[in-house]
């Protein structure tokens, strides 16, 4: 039995490529379960490994794609049967282990979580990696005290992955949204995905000697970092939190200390890559019932493995809204 996949291979100058192969299942990597892949989704992290160098890649040939979701085909564990249907993200899959871009996977049983009711396997893949982060920031705010009661939430990096699905889940919860971008163009999209307003990325860009400006937001999801997050932090109200999701404006912060002093800010580490069985479980269920299903499919842009070269470099660009969602059988 054969399989397709995105395989992504590395030349003797050290030059990668990425192209649709046939792979026999003994290809496969070790692992308890084997899936059979429907669905995966496009992460700034899978353009990485896509794109010139490799970048995350810690071996060659590789599979990409940190994020799958399926129906176990064979299993040596009792937690799933065939015919489950079951979502996977994080566990460093799709970078150190094959990932979700190719028909068949096979993983370690406590990577997977059983599909949510309510759920399709499609609707997960739009959700993601990127959406499960999200909801794990929603999540990590509200168990420091954020309630719609409390003021404006802030979404950095709006119109991106993290960022869209953020703004959909907050807007749906009740909170009142002011979602940052750079693109005066997406103003529409993330209006229509709960955004209640639009601050522009410029506004945040700046650098301030200031570390406190006036008390603005009651809650903060950041999937930007550097500047920009240094300068939120000086404009949170006292004791409000941010939970900080991303690097794509660098992992340096050249923030002081007075924000945490002296308005007892909270910053709050997202990661959702090793996250315990139990909140996983816990976040995919609140994503099934918080997040409104319309909202949802208007973030989609459909893909095939096809397409997944040209996208992974545009991603890396910048270039892509919302949630890339790759049929994997198509």
């Known amino acids: 039995m054969t399989f397709r996949a995105l395989v992504v291979d590395k030349n003797d100058e050290g030059k990668t490529s990425a192209s649709v192969q046939e792979l026999g299942e003994e290809r496969l990597p070790e692992g308890g379960v084997t899936v059979a892949v429907e669905y995966s989704t496009l992460n700034y992290k899978d353009g990485l490994c896509i794109g010139p160098g490799g970048g995350l890649v810690r071996s060659y040939p590789h599979v990409p794609g940190i994020d799958l979701a399926g129906t176990v085909e064979a299993s040596d564990d009792d937690r799933y049967a065939p015919g489950d249907k079951v979502v996977l993200t994080g566990w460093r899959v799709g970078e150190v ?5 190719a028909e068949k996977a096979r993983v370690k049983a406590d990577w997977l979580v059983p599909l949510p009711e309510g759920l399709t396997t499609r ?3 739009a959700v993601g990696t990127a959406g499960f982060t999200a909801m794990l920031a929603v999540m990590a705010l509200e168990d420091h005290g954020l309630t719609p009661e409390n003021g404006e939430v802030l ?5 991106g992955g993290v960022g869209s699905v953020a703004t959909a889940i907050l807007g749906h919860l009740g909170y009142e949204v002011a979602a940052v971008t750079g693109r005066p163009e997406q103003e529409d999209y993330l209006k229509s995905l709960g955004a209640a307003r639009i601050v ?3 506004d945040l860009a700046e650098t301030t000697k200031r570390p406190l400006e006036a008390e603005t937001w009651a809650g903060c999801v950041d999937a930007v970092g550097g500047d920009m997050l240094a300068r939120v932090l000086g404009q949170m109200k006292y004791g409000a939190s941010v939970a900080a999701v991303g690097l794509a404006g660098g992992a340096q912060l050249p923030a ?3 924000p945490f002093l002296l308005r007892g800010v909270n910053l709050l580490g997202i990661d959702s890559v090793m996250q315990p069985y139990e909140n996983r479980l816990r976040a995919w269920k609140r994503i099934a019932q918080d997040l409104p ?3 949802l499919e208007a973030m989609i842009e459909p893909a095939t493995l096809a397409d997944l070269p040209d996208l992974g470099r545009a991603i890396l660009k910048g270039g892509v809204r919302g949630r890339v969602v790759v049929d994997v059988t198509a």
């Open 123 to 125: 609707q997960a893949m």
């Open 97 to 101: 282990h094959w990932g979700g871009y």
């Open 293 to 295: 299903m319309d909202k």
């Open 256 to 258: 002081t200390v007075i």
């Open 200 to 202: 522009a990325r410029s």
């Open 155 to 159: 979404v950095t990096g709006a119109a």
